[in-house]
């Protein structure tokens, strides 16, 4: 079955740019958009954005100016980078599968921490 | 962009009690509701997508109802392994967005 996986720093530097990449497994990525979604410790799920694999994308406008994502069709990856980073992007960021029918998020990676901090 | 809002914010209860968390969007938003369930250090878990459907490999004790703006999630029969913190989510538009939480804690 299709599974997810970040992988990416796990401390950036205030003002530097966080860089994450999604691999998926056991499937293409193909014909599917994909989300990047992040969570601050005991706080909820925040949507950053989401890519299809057409290079199309959408993102949060409370993050468009600082959010890029971008896909890899030959690697079965899609990645991330926020840029101008401050420790409130400090969070648990997790990618996911958006369903074909009404768009939910049905398959989830397990989720990487990235501390903001000098 | 729309805001979705749980209640309540947490809930004590009992295995084997009903239990019901609500979520409103602040427009309509259709049948386009999903519902999540999260443990502690773990990514997100599709329960119910489409307001009412049950994704697969979820037990049919999970229930979703409702459309345009009020939705529902029903636990018929609480069972330990369902004490987690639950999230409603709307897929009708950008920028997609998720409830509070609701924290669901053993009475």
């Known amino acids: 079955q299709v599974q997810l996986q970040e992988s990416g720093p796990g401390l950036v530097k205030p003002s530097e740019t966080l860089s994450l990449t999604c691999t998926v497994s056991?499937?293409?990525?193909?014909?599917?958009?994909w989300s990047w979604i992040r969570q601050p410790a005991g706080k909820g799920l925040e949507w950053i954005g989401r890519?299809?694999?057409?290079?199309?994308?959408n993102y949060n406008p409370s993050l468009k100016s600082r959010v890029t994502m971008s896909v890899d069709t030959s690697k079965n990856q899609f990645s991330l980078k926020l840029s101008s980073v401050t420790a409130a992007d400090t969070a648990v960021y997790y990618c996911?599968?958006?369903?074909?029918?009404?768009?939910?998020?049905?398959?989830w990676g397990q989720g990487t921490m990235v501390t903001v901090s000098s | 962009d729309i805001q979705m809002t749980q209640s309540p914010s947490s809930l004590s209860a009992s295995v084997g009690d009903r239990v019901t968390i609500t979520c409103r969007a602040s427009?309509?938003?259709?049948?386009?509701l999903n519902w999540y369930q999260q443990k502690p250090g773990k990514a997100p878990k599709l329960l119910i997508y489409a307001a009412s459907s049950l994704q697969s490999g979820v037990p049919s004790r999970f229930s979703g109802s409702g459309s345009g703006t009020d939705f529902t999630l029903t636990i018929s029969s609480l069972q330990p392994e369902d004490f987690a913190t639950y999230y409603c989510q709307q897929s009708y538009s950008i920028p997609r967005s998720f409830g509070q939480g609701t924290k669901l804690e053993l009475k």
């Open positions: 056991g499937g293409s990525i193909s014909s599917y958009y």
């Open positions: 890519i299809y694999t057409s290079g199309s994308t």
């Open positions: 427009q309509s938003i259709s049948s386009y």
């Open positions: 996911a599968r958006l369903s074909l029918v009404f768009g939910a998020f049905d398959i």
